[in-house]
């Protein structure tokens, strides 16, 4: 602001100035019009001069009535109008001082030639005006500007503390809602006025950063609480079953045995518990390791059905394999071999005696999609949206054992192989699971069965 006043305070001086010469440069070129005009009328030099003043003269009341003029032809005054004086004569004034565009005295000079060809003369006009109405208009605008420069820069000041404080208000909210939040209380969110500036778009994503700190927050306390449970529940029957064997003073060899083979069942059930949290805590802090390489999804389906056969053998179940291509992917062996292993062991544990237990290996658009689809009694509706939670379990008969990690370590690893697992269907007859794995896509895959699947088929 206080350049802008500089400059334009130097703008009107400049442009004031300006006007003044040209108005000067106005006067010495008319009076250089009428110098040639009249000498041009009269044979005699003194005859033309004569008539130069007179014209001058008559120029009192013309525009140029403030404006002194001189006209000399070297040291010799010619003819002259006083004009505006106000003490200043250019009579007075020494020829070298007469300079064009100088100020004398408070007065500014506009100074020319003029040569009469027809007596080889030349003369020098002088004009002269005085800068004093220049100079008040001037002082005026400093007045002005030292008077309202200030009062627009405290305006300016206050408004932007204002501006400045009503659009820093979300960060002070921010701020605020940033001490609020603790490790027990998740819930304080930034509340926005206006979600399309740099403030609000800073504010949303604080928020969506609280919303998935809550969401973590929340899984790891559900986590610690089921995982609390499912370590204390085979914990405290081993004891128990430990503290009874002790103090029972007549307890024998076969009592200790009984004692002790529970005690084995309990201890592998909180093994295996706490391998699979293991395995789902290092897959949460950093991303899965799969060593990904070529490999035949069928074979990793093989495996995964002979160990399944032995556990379907228990119950009289039929397992069915319908269709076993060559599956070509990139992937890791062991990893998806467990994965189809825990919806095997699942089909098999929900799947009454005698039921029927059906795997299927096709392919679909960009995917390898391997089915699991069993006989059991199915998974309720409301239990469907939750299945993939960690420690959830729905209760129904056989699922009694187990931590209800399985489907969660299964998505998990499914999902490091950039596919998915899905729950198809459920209805007590039928529950269905599909795996989607991507295929190689410079493999022409053939409708063939693959030769290490041969061993399998039942």
Known sequence: MIALAVAAYVAVKSDAYLKLDAALQVATGATAMSAQHELSEHPTKSGGERDLQLVLDEGGSSPLSDTQILVREGRRIVAYKAGAQ???????????????????????IAARSFRAQQFATTYQIYSAKPVAPAVAQLRRIRIGLLVFVPIGLGLAGLAGYFLAERSLRPLKQLAQTVDAVTSSDLSARVKLRNQDDEIGTLGLRFNSLLD?????????????????????????????????????????????????????????????????MFFLSQADATPLRVKLREMYLD??????????????????????????????????????????????????????????????????????????????????????????????????????????????????????????????????????FEIAIPLLEREAIADGVHANSLPVRI
């Not at 004569?89 to 500014?108: C, K, Q």
């Not at 899984?219 to 064997?245: E, G, K, N, Y």
């Not at 060559?326 to 929900?350: H, M, P, Y």
Request: net charge neutral; proline share 3%.
């Open 299 to 432: 074979d990793a389906l093989s495996d995964a059905l002979r160990a399944a056969k032995e556990l379907s053998g228990e119950k009289r179940q039929t397992l069915k394999l319908r269709g076993l291509p060559e599956a070509e992917c990139r992937g890791d062996a062991d990893l998806l071999t467990q994965a189809v292993l825990i919806l095997l062991d699942n089909s098999v544990k929900f799947t009454p005696v005698g039921g029927s237990i059906e795997v299927a290996l096709s392919r679909r658009g960009k995917n390898w999609v391997c089915s699991v689809t069993d006989s059991g009694a199915g998974i309720s509706e409301a239990a469907q949206g939750r299945i993939f939670e960690r420690f959830y379990r729905e209760i129904r008969p056989g699922n009694e054992a187990g931590a209800g990690l399985g489907l969660a370590i299964a998505k998990t690893i499914v999902e490091g192989h950039f596919g998915t697992l899905t729950l198809v269907e459920s209805h007590p007859g039928r529950t269905t």
């Open 86 to 108: 106000n003490g200043f004569d250019l009579r007075g004034i020494a020829p070298d001082a007469l300079n064009n565009g100088t100020t004398v005295d408070g007065f500014r």
């Open 212 to 276: 998935r700190l809550e969401r973590a927050f929340t899984l790891q306390r559900r986590f610690m609480a089921d995982a609390s449970h499912q370590i204390r529940t085979p914990v405290t029957i081993a004891l128990a079953a430990a503290q009874v064997t002790r103090r029972d003073p007549h307890a024998n060899l076969r009592d200790c045995k009984d004692s002790l083979q529970l005690i084995e069942q309990q201890m592998l059930q909180l093994r295996r518990a706490v391998e699979d």
